[in-house]
């Protein structure tokens, strides 16, 4: 099992510590010729979504990994991974509210349940939430009445970053959905 991590911005290196925790092999990806390699999966990390896109796009990136998200490899995105994987790539029916919680709920933690998991600890960054989901769409956690993870086919998406956490339950949660 190996997964790609795109390292272009923001909070990736928590992504590839939890996923060492959990004995998986990582690369980061950082320009075109990364992708060249075979890999079971992708993680797009939390950072500023529109930052990440810029760059998606100058490193001619964006085409590439939009070419294997729609071929069908299980991808993950926290926060602005979530936002991209919605509003730029298209993987996930979702209407996506950014910077949602306001200034003053900027950043916020709590612990709520995720389904097939249980209670876990979800850390909030400046995040979004997701306003509606398609009917294809699994939601997968609810906080205050909105949702903040979802899945649909082989995407997984938290509007929270488990990442910056102990918790290492819902990479597990993303790995075994490949595996499965
Ligand atoms: N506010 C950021 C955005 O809109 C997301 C924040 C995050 O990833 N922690 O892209």
Known sequence: MRIGVLA???GFVEHIITL???EIETF???KKQDLKQKFDGL???GGESTVIGKLLDELELFEHLQDL?????PTFGTCAGLILL???FKAINIKVKRNAYGRQLGSFAVNAEFKDIGQIPMVFIRAPYIEKVGNEVETLS???EHIV???QNHILVTAFHPELTSDTRVHRFFIEGITA
């Open 8 to 10: 272009l911005q923001g």
């Open 20 to 22: 060492q925790k959990l």
């Open 28 to 30: 980061e990806i950082r």
């Open 43 to 45: 993680i797009i990390p």
């Open 69 to 73: 998200i729609n071929k069908g490899v």
């Open 86 to 88: 919605a509003n730029r």
């Open 142 to 144: 609810v906080v205050d």
């Open 149 to 151: 993870a979802a899945r």
